[in-house]
């Protein structure tokens, strides 16, 4: 054989070409590895528990936007089929959830489950699917609502907590856009529910939000004027800042009043997020305005989220130029820590996430000490599901720099 043919070079190009291909991006990998370790599902001998909604629901989302972007596993050389992971996580849910009322007794978080049944309801016209949409639906109307109006998080009377609304706000809007087209009133909710909490649980000092309030203002807890309850978790605020970004994406079909409000809600607390950061290490932490505080560390779920949510308010356009370039600096500087600090590479060839927080919550003292002594989680779902939506942010960006 003549070495350096045409041929033969060509032959090796595309081998080197495929071998790069085959490098599977981080967002991939971790998904790869929830997958490999069977999370995300409703585990066959058990009912869900209050918190399994969410996991499953916040990773499908994750999966359906590896899908969106990527289209198939085999193009990024995943290991693990995503559609068939969709399908068994779904149908491992979906009995769970067919009746509405007792929908109602489950944390909001419960409405996550709606973008993967949706995408099922699409794909494959299921009426299982259909039917728990539905009953989702019409659980909302069934959800006790405060003296204000402010749905409740849980079973707790009279409390609202910011992380409902990741689960709630982009449920009601592909609802209505899917299977209520001409009924657009579900807008005035929406801002009605963002805006009770943006405006009890408004720090000035910060320009932050803290966890939640309670209406009646009974709480151990409770500020006495406007019911907030006193610290500013990462987390809770990071699911209130993606509500905002994954919100707009959803927004076209309706008013104009309804993006206007998000955007301008988004624009305020980007830039008070972005003042947050960490300066070494560009992510969050625990207790976000204490930094350094004797206990307080970062942590790794909020940090990927609000990574996710600067990254998508600057490529979508929904931040004014100065602070987009601001809030894309900050998602890759978290995004590197990240990376190096918490992501772990198991011998058997799985990606860990370490350094996310439990739970916290307001059936408690809420105090500083109780918020920083929550036990911390190696693998959580809370964290992967995030991460892998950062890593697809920063594998987007670089793929648009670089082509
Ligand atoms: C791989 O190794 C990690 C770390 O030891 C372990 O947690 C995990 O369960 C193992 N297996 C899979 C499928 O991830
Ligand atoms: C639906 O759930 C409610 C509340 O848990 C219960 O009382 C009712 O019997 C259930 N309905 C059916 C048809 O199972
Ligand atoms: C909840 O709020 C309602 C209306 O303000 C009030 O009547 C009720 O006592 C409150 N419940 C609790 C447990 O605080
Ligand atoms: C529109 O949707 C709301 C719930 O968001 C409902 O209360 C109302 O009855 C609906 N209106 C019509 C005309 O269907
Ligand atoms: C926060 O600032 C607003 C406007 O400056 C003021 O009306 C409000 O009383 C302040 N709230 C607190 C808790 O200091
Ligand atoms: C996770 O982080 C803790 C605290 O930094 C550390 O002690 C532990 O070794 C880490 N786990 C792994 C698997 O890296």
């Known amino acids: 054989m003549r070495l350096l043919s045409a041929e033969y070079l060509t032959l090796v190009l595309l081998a080197i070409e495929n071998a790069s291909a085959c490098d599977r991006p981080y967002s991939v990998w971790m998904a790869d590895s929830v997958i490999a370790r069977g999370q995300a599902i409703v585990p066959g001998d058990s009912a869900p528990s209050a918190s399994t909604y969410l996991q499953v629901g916040f990773f499908q989302s994750a999966i359906i936007r590896l899908i969106d972007y990527y289209h198939t596993p085999a193009s990024v050389c995943a290991r693990k089929d995503w559609q068939e992971y969709l399908q068994t996580s779904t149908n491992s849910i979906t009995p769970y959830l067919l009746n509405a009322s007792k929908d109602a007794t489950y944390p909001l978080d419960r409405l996550s489950t709606g973008k993967g049944l949706l995408h099922q309801y699409e794909e494959f016209h299921t009426s299982t699917a259909s039917d728990s949409l539905h009953a989702l639906r019409d659980s909302i109307d069934l959800q006790p609502k405060n003296s204000l109006g402010g749905y409740w998080y849980f079973k707790y009377p009279n409390w609202s907590y910011l992380d409902g609304m990741y689960s709630l706000v982009p449920f009601l809007l592909s609802y209505n856009t899917h299977f209520d087209p001409q009924n657009s009133t579900v807008s005035d909710d929406i801002i009605r529910q963002l805006d009770l909490l943006w405006t009890h649980c408004y720090h000035n000092q910060s320009g932050l939000l803290v966890h939640g309030y309670d209406s009646s203002k009974k709480a151990s807890w409770a500020n006495p004027v406007t019911g907030a309850s006193p610290i500013i978790w990462d987390r809770s605020l990071g699911w209130y800042l993606m509500t905002l970004v994954d919100s707009l994406e959803l927004s076209s079909p309706f008013p104009r009043r309804l993006s206007e409000y998000l955007q301008r809600r988004l624009t305020q607390l980007a830039k008070s997020v972005i003042s947050a950061a960490d300066p070494n ?53 978290c995004y590197s820590h990240l990376v190096d600090v918490f992501v772990v590479k198991n011998e058997n060839g799985t990606l860990g996430y370490n350094g996310t927080v439990s739970v916290c919550s ?20 809370h964290g992967t599901a995030a991460f892998v939506q950062a890593s697809l942010e920063q594998e987007i960006l670089d793929r648009t720099r670089y082509s």
Request: charged letters at 15%; glycine letters at 8%; hydrophobic letters at 35%.
């Open 362 to 381: 307001l059936d408690s003292s809420a105090t500083y000490d109780y918020y920083v002594s929550q036990p911390l989680l190696y693998d959580s779902v």
């Open 281 to 333: 290490t560009g992510c969050w932490w625990q207790v976000m305005d204490q930094p350094g505080k004797q206990g307080n560390y970062i942590e790794s779920s909020g940090s990927a989220m609000f990574t996710t949510a600067l990254f998508r308010a600057a490529r979508l356009g929904y931040l004014p130029g100065h602070l987009a370039s601001e809030a894309k600096k900050t998602a890759e500087q």
